[in-house]
């Protein structure tokens, strides 16, 4: 079993930048993939980004490709999600979660969620 805590959220303006944290309990977390979604009001939860077990995969959607990036450090239990180049569109919760099954861009392939931090960039 694994509990994430998300934190970093914030308020920014467009062109500015924020780095997330996904800290996770559990001595078993370096088994898993970790993913990052985010919600709009209104809107899905979407896929953004996700990391395999080990970090040698990573996979990003096509619409923060070049601006956001995925790391994880398994000897502090944590992930990390850089945000660089912040657009209004990017306003969202958002959620990391834990895989022990992949790391793909399906929500229902991750069964471990936190409970979200806010990321709001105005205009």
Known sequence: QVQLV????????AGGSL????AASGR??????????????G???????AISWGGGSI?????????????????????YLQM???????TAVYYCAASLRGSGYEKDEYDHWGQ????????
């Open 28 to 41: 078993t977390f370096s088994s898993y993939a970790v993913g990052w979604f985010r919600q709009a009001p």
């Open 116 to 123: 979200g931090t806010q990321v709001t960039v105005s205009s």
């Open 43 to 49: 809107k899905e939860r979407e896929f953004v980004v």
């Open 19 to 22: 780095r997330l944290s996904c």
């Open 6 to 13: 998300e934190s970093g959220g914030g308020l920014v303006q």
């Open 59 to 79: 996979g990003y959607a096509d619409f923060v490709k070049g601006r956001f990036t995925i790391s994880r450090n398994n000897d502090k239990n944590t992930v």
């Open 84 to 90: 660089n180049s912040l657009k209004p569109e990017d």
